[in-house]
């Protein structure tokens, strides 16, 4: 049982460029999560998905795309990356039981924009 | 709009020391609350969560919170610090109309003194 993973986890990209963060979850959950942690700002939420084959935007949607086409997978792309979106991209995974409410974090993807 | 506010950026303890962490919230009614901990270039683990019931809740590593209403606070406490609590430390709230989105606080530094 991995949990919750990511990968990269390092990138230094071009501005202009474009990539893909994958995110995995062997859990079964339904909802996952794309977060970017920057200095003094906490978690601020990109988009995330409460099942598969559906998205929705978060709290600073922008310059990013997001795919879930199998229930493990979460899939965070950027078409064309800014200074701006340098960051740490945290995926989660999140467990809805009876008195339980929980979300699984990746380790991270510590991604920079030149 | 829903708020978090941790007010301490950084908080500085001697081993064996006592701890209080704080956080403040703007939410209409009761939410769900929650302290996660995220070591150095690590994911975040969760420490302990507040749905309902008894105010003053136990989490994991000996940590505690209470939950107070009339003050809008759930603060985390620990009688005795060991050095390998030095994490950051996020307080997150969750509201059941807001498809159980978490809004996150930016988060306390702590450091410990030998």
């Known amino acids: 049982n991995a949990g919750v993973t990511q990968t990269p986890k390092f990138r230094v990209l071009k501005t202009g460029q474009s990539m893909t963060l994958l995110c995995a979850q062997d859990m079964n959950h339904e909802y996952m999560y794309w977060y970017r942690q920057d200095p003094g700002m906490g978690l601020r939420l990109i988009h995330y998905?409460?099942?598969?084959?559906?998205?929705a935007k978060g709290e600073v949607p922008d310059g990013y795309n997001v795919s879930r086409l199998k229930k493990q997978n979460f899939l965070l792309g950027l078409e064309s990356a800014a200074p701006s979106q340098t960051s740490v991209y945290f995926c989660?995974?999140?467990?809805?039981?009876?008195?339980?409410?929980?979300?699984?974090f990746g380790p991270g993807t510590r991604l920079t924009v030149l | 709009a829903q708020s978090v506010t941790q007010p301490d950026i950084h908080i500085t303890v001697s081993e064996g020391a006592s701890l209080e962490l704080r956080c403040n919230y703007s939410?209409?009614?009761?939410?769900?609350l929650f302290w996660y901990v995220q070591s150095p270039g690590q994911g975040l683990q969760l420490l302990l969560k507040?749905?309902?019931?008894d105010t003053l809740v136990q989490g994991i590593k000996g940590f505690e919170a209470e939950f107070k209403r009339s003050q809008s606070s759930f603060n985390l406490r620990k009688p005795s610090v060991h050095w390998s609590d030095a994490a950051e430390y996020f307080c997150?709230?969750?509201?059941?109309?807001?498809?159980?989105?978490?809004?996150w606080g930016a988060g306390t530094k702590l450091i410990i003194k030998p």
């Open positions: 939410y209409g009614a009761t939410p769900y």
């Open positions: 507040y749905f309902s019931g």
């Open positions: 997150a709230v969750g509201a059941p109309d807001s498809n159980y989105q978490l809004i």
């Open positions: 989660a995974s999140r467990e809805i039981r009876l008195e339980s409410d929980e979300q699984f």
């Open positions: 998905s409460v099942g598969e084959g559906t998205t």
